[in-house]
């Protein structure tokens, strides 16, 4: 099939590899010359594992294409695809203004039937405003299709190849079905193709990301409560999880949720409910308590050492959001260190992809390392915010020679009580008792 896809940022380009590496031939759209001119080199704008190697074979093999100009994208395909940002304004609401003007503009240039396919995440309603928009710019017959993505960074190639479910918002039976048949190739171990209107698969993908917010905010509430009450989370979080109405997913808990879609889709949830003339409670609690857990890891620092932070130097392992990816976007590590340095502390960092992205967001405030042990030399203590692969297992003994003190701050639970308390490490996490030398247990 004959596809294009308008916007090559996260979702767009792995949406536009992942369909051609089943076939189809694909061209990517982008207003940035800069970006096309690197991606038409193999050169791709994030880190996204599998990715650039994806790219660049379905590059070479003539299937995937990179462009600035819209007309002729518009020409060459049959379903064009709309991946183009919808970033939040200040009342939480998703600026539409990419969307409305890439639908707009392929209306003015369609000489025929296309299928138009929102795939950013929109709010409730998109659907039928492109539709209204386009009918005043084109007498060309067309449908538009809601078609959310469900893709997380880290994974995504994994998610789109091999889908738990693909959702298709449409009324027009012809449109579904160049729908199915363009997924096709990625249906064959039984994923679940739902078919409904366009308004319930917008809301799908906000009722999606609110549900795994809402049980990340819920966790870590009750981690704040068992370290008041003397109970340890990770036990808890074990017997909560083995309930099979409840599952072991998504109850870690943590320094908070951020990256592109937590945030920004509960928020405009929220501000699509508001609209409505509800009032959405239990949404706006789950990104108070979020906001409120990005800063806990700072408390427990500045608590520990009863305020006195200025001229300490501070080491931290994992900048972005999450593990297996360089995006900076609403990371928790971000209200860490600005806490820190407000304080008039100084950090030393170091993260395995996210270091240019960081300096993006936190310029030369701080210092960046190479390697994991160089950030902790005679650092007063380590704080661990992101929780990448390689932190799991560390040559404990060179951090405790490396450190000035033996003291960790973990804000993703990665190391056992017990085996800090043998290494004589003081040891605060999240929702579990503190680990200090010579302490009573």
Same mark, same amino acid.
């Given at each position: 099939m004959k596809v294009a896809v308008v916007g090559t940022g996260y979702v767009g380009l792995v949406a536009g590899t992942c369909f051609a590496d089943s076939g189809n031939d694909v061209i990517c759209v982008d207003n940035d010359a800069k970006k096309v001119r690197a991606l038409r080199s193999g050169r791709i704008p994030i880190y996204e594992p599998g990715l650039q190697e994806l790219v660049q074979r379905n590059s070479h093999g003539g299937r995937l294409h990179f462009t600035t100009d819209l007309a002729e994208a518009v020409k060459k395909s049959e379903i064009i695809f709309l991946a183009v940002g919808t970033p939040p304004k200040k009342d939480g609401s998703a600026d539409l203004s990419a969307v409305f003007g890439v639908a707009e503009g392929i209306a003015r240039l369609m000489d025929g039937y296309r299928i138009i396919v929102t795939k950013s995440t929109v709010p409730v309603g998109t659907a039928d405003e492109v539709?209204?928009?386009?009918?005043? +710019?084109?007498?060309?017959?067309?449908?538009?299709?809601? /078609?959310?993505?469900?893709?997380?960074?880290?994974?995504?190639? &994994?998610?789109?190849?091999?889908?738990?479910?693909?959702?298709?918002?449409?009324?027009?039976?012809?449109?579904?079905?160049?729908?199915?048949?363009? *997924?096709?190739?990625?249906?064959?171990?039984?994923?679940?193709?739902? +078919?409904? &209107?366009?308004?319930?698969?917008?809301?799908?993908? *906000?009722?999606?990301?609110?549900?795994?917010?809402?049980?990340?905010?819920?966790? /870590?509430?009750?981690?704040?409560?068992?370290?008041?009450?003397?109970?340890?989370?990770?036990?808890? @979080?074990?017997?909560?999880?083995?309930?099979?109405?409840?599952?072991?997913?998504?109850?870690?808990?943590?320094?908070? *949720?951020?990256?592109?879609c937590f945030p920004k889709d509960v928020q405009a949830l929220g501000a699509t409910a508001r609209a409505a003339g509800y009032t959405p409670r239990m949404i706006d609690s789950i990104e108070a308590v979020n906001e409120a857990q990005k800063r806990v890891l700072f408390e427990k620092v500045e608590a520990y050492y009863q305020g006195k932070l200025k001229g300490r130097m501070f080491a931290v392992w994992g900048l972005a959001f999450k593990p297996q990816t360089d995006d900076m976007r609403e990371a928790p590590s971000i209200v860490v260190i600005n806490a820190l340095l407000k304080a008039g502390a100084r950090v030393r960092a170091y993260d395995p992809v996210a270091m240019h992205t960081a300096r993006g967001v936190l310029g030369d405030r701080i210092t960046y390392s190479r390697t994991p042990y160089a950030v902790l030399k005679?650092? &007063?203590?380590?704080?661990?915010?992101?929780?990448? /692969?390689?932190? @799991? /297992?560390? &040559?404990?003994?060179?951090?405790?020679?490396?450190?000035?003190? @033996?003291?960790?701050f973990d804000g993703r639970n990665q190391y056992e009580l017990e085996e800090m308390r043998e290494r004589g490490f003081t040891y605060l996490s999240i929702g579990r008792p503190a680990v200090v030398p010579g302490a009573a247990r």
């Open positions: 539709r209204a928009r386009m009918k005043r +710019v084109t007498k060309q017959p067309f449908d538009v299709v809601s /078609n959310p993505e469900f893709m997380k960074e880290g994974a995504a190639l &994994d998610d789109f190849l091999k889908p738990e479910r693909v959702i298709v918002g449409t009324e027009s039976g012809r449109a579904a079905e160049q729908m199915r048949e363009l *997924y096709a190739p990625f249906m064959r171990t039984g994923a679940a193709f739902l +078919v409904m &209107d366009n308004r319930s698969a917008e809301m799908s993908k *906000y009722a999606s990301n609110a549900m795994l917010a809402a049980r990340i905010s819920f966790m /870590n509430e009750v981690a704040n409560i068992c370290e008041r009450v003397g109970a340890d989370v990770q036990q808890v @979080r074990r017997a909560v999880g083995l309930d099979s109405r409840i599952g072991p997913r998504f109850l870690f808990p943590g320094v908070g *949720y951020g990256g592109s005679d650092a &007063d203590a380590l704080i661990l915010i992101t929780e990448w /692969n390689e932190f @799991r /297992n560390p &040559d404990f003994e060179r951090m405790a020679r490396l450190l000035k003190a @033996r003291v960790i």
